[in-house]
Antibody
Framework: QVQLVQSGSELKKPGASVKVSCKAS????????MSWVRQVPGQGLEWMGW????????TYAQGFTGRFVFSLDTSASTAYLQISSLKAEDTAVYYC???????????????WGQGSLVTVSS | QSVLTQPPSVSAASGQKVTISCSGS????????VSWYQQLPGTAPKLLIY???KRPSGIPDRFSGSKSGTSATLGITGLQTGDEADYFC???????????FGTGTKVSVL
């Protein structure tokens, strides 16, 4: 079954770090670009950027540079999102989402992980 | 802050039709394809429409997409209670060099 399975919910204190995993199954991770999308509870979707799973080269959207890092473990078919120096405003559900092609003018996400809730609270 | 604007909510009776608008600019909708996603309560978004008017395998033809100028529209016919969800549009924005999503629309079945 083709799916993306993400790691579970995390509760972190301000200033800590978190690493969210996204395991691809049913297809080869390196065949598709992977994006990350943030959703603050009760709000809309924000595109965070993507990682080229063939080269490991990440691209970050404005507002997601510096503290956010996309990475891969291709041997484990897994993509990662790490957030450092966590702030309360980082509290959100983070989704990994697969891009079926690399044509940006036709950007769309055909497969989504179930989401990982990261809560930042003292 | 979302670049694409959608109405906060739309509603209709079971079996009726609703349309959801997504307003953008020449930087996004006007010159790029549009996608639409359905997010049922407590679940991840699901692709409904891509390349403005194409449906992925498994998506019923009750769902349709179209575009005119800098606005796109999602149509849902034969509305069912299972269609109650949040719907988001999405596109590439060439000025921002980023993917952008709409503000989201909650569909209610009366």
């Amino acid at each position: 079954q083709v799916q993306l399975v993400q790691s579970g919910s995390e509760l972190k204190k301000p200033g800590a770090s978190v690493k969210v995993s996204c395991k691809a199954s049913g297809y080869i991770l390196t065949s598709y670009v992977m994006s990350w999308v943030r959703q603050v509870p009760g709000q809309g979707l924000e595109w965070m950027g993507w990682i080229n799973t063939k080269t490991g080269n990440p691209t970050y959207a404005q507002g997601f540079t510096g503290r956010f890092v996309f990475s891969l473990d291709t041997s484990a078919s897994t993509a990662y999102l790490q957030i450092s120096s966590l702030k309360a405003e980082d509290t959100a559900v983070y989704y990994c989402a697969r891009l079926p092609n690399v044509v940006v003018t036709a950007l769309h996400f055909d497969l989504w992980g179930q989401g990982s809730l990261v809560t930042v609270s003292s | 802050q979302s670049v694409l604007t959608q109405p906060p909510s739309v509603s209709a009776a079971s079996g009726q039709k609703v349309t959801i608008s997504c307003s953008g600019s020449s930087s996004n909708i006007g010159n790029n394809y549009v996608s639409w996603y359905q997010q049922l309560p407590g679940t991840a978004p699901k692709l409904l429409i891509y390349d403005t008017d194409k449906r992925p395998s498994g998506i019923p033809d009750r769902f349709s997409g179209s575009k005119s100028g800098t606005s796109a529209t999602l149509g849902i016919t034969g509305l069912q209670t299972g269609d109650e969800a949040d719907y988001f549009c999405g596109a590439w924005d060439r000025s921002l060099g980023a993917g952008v999503f709409g503000t989201g629309t909650k569909v209610s079945v009366l």
